[in-house]
């Protein structure tokens, strides 16, 4: 089973930044993809960003030109920058981690608050 981890969530204001990581307790390079998504308050979980193996990236529309994921191998973790944020940004994060090996394996971390107000 693996294991992911999710830190560096918090309080920030309008027009602030956060940096996410989510560190994962087997090498990351064996997942087909990595992923952040959000749930806010009554709202259903929605896929923020996504990095590949090759290391392709893809973003929600909201976090275009705003969030950047990225990875680290070799610490087997991704991060997700975060910046200029918007109280709509207000949300549970999630780490998620894919991967198909004779069958579909997905992963979850536990997920990180992150609060955009003044």
């Known amino acids: 089973q693996v294991q992911l981890v999710e830190s560096g969530g918090g309080l920030v204001q309008p027009g602030g930044s956060l940096r996410l990581s989510c560190a994962a307790s087997a090498s990351i390079v064996s997942f087909n993809h990595m992923n952040w998504y959000r749930q806010g308050s009554g709202k259903e979980r929605e896929l923020v960003a996504r990095?590949?193996?090759?290391?392709?990236?893809n973003y929600a529309d909201s976090a275009k030109g705003r969030f950047t994921i990225s990875r680290d191998n070799a610490k087997n973790t991704i991060y997700l920058q975060m910046n200029s944020l918007k109280p709509e940004d207000t949300a549970i994060y999630y780490c998620?981690?894919?991967?198909?090996?004779?069958?579909?394996?997905?992963?979850w971390g536990q997920g990180t608050q992150v609060t955009v107000s003044s």
């Open positions: 990095i590949t193996s090759g290391g392709n990236t």
């Open positions: 998620n981690a894919y991967r198909y090996l004779l069958k579909r394996q997905d992963f």
